[in-house]
């Protein structure tokens, strides 16, 4: 597949940069910031730099893509942000502009969806009382960036998934379409990339919400 990556010297960013090419895809890394991504995958990636939320600056980044993947996520959980939202509504436009039938797979936040799968405490206290409160700020900004991906005329995804650990990644992970995953509060950036990834290529999973944990 031929891949864009958004969000790329981030976390997950990275590892789904570096996973796509073992498994010899074509990766595109969109980064502010060439040097922040690991010196491994400079020589082995498309490298551009472009600001994401000037969709002009990112069309061809998407053009002819098989899946334009964004992890992109805010790191401080204390202050208002509109970093998903802004970066997902850019990355639609440049999909819409150049005629895109790539999938568009964003990576999202469990914590904003209470409900089935969840065990009855997650699901009316923990995630509706204590996350929403604790985390509103990065709830508001991944559920309008998935509004934004629902209304689009898009193929897309959502991979949802709850705290992410920089602990080794086991190979496997638990993941449920459309529901959460029982007791997902947690899996390892590794896992999560390799979730992303083979959401991207499974067709089965365009215009559903795929939910992962460990």
């Not at 551009?48 to 939320?53: D, Q, S, T």
Request: glycine letters at 8%; a positive charge.
């Amino acid at each position: 597949m031929k891949i864009t990556v958004f969000g790329a010297t981030g976390g997950t960013g990275v590892e789904v940069v570096r996973q796509a090419l073992d498994a010899g895809h074509g990766v595109t890394a969109v980064v502010r910031d060439t040097s922040r991504l690991p010196a491994e995958l400079r020589t082995r990636a498309e490298i551009v730099e472009a600001n994401v939320m000037d969709p002009d600056a990112v069309e061809e980044t998407v053009k002819g893509r098989d899946a334009v993947i964004s992890t992109i996520g805010t790191r401080d959980l204390r202050s208002p942000t509109s970093v998903c939202t802004d970066s997902t509504r850019s990355i639609i436009a440049a999909l819409r502009a150049t005629s895109g039938s790539g999938r568009l797979v964003i990576a999202s936040n469990s914590a904003m969806a209470p409900g089935r799968g969840d065990d009855p405490f997650t699901r009316y206290l923990v995630k509706p009382v204590i996350l929403a409160r604790l985390l509103r700020h990065m709830i508001n900004d991944m559920r309008q960036a998935e509004q934004l991906v629902r209304a689009s005329d898009l193929a897309w995804t959502i991979v949802r998934a709850g705290r992410l650990t920089d602990r080794p990644g086991k190979g496997t992970y638990r993941s449920m379409v459309d529901r959460n995953v029982l007791g997902g509060f947690q899996i390892t950036r590794t896992n999560f990339a390799t979730a992303i990834l083979d959401a991207s290529s499974d067709p089965a999973s365009a215009g559903h919400v795929v939910s992962v944990a460990n």
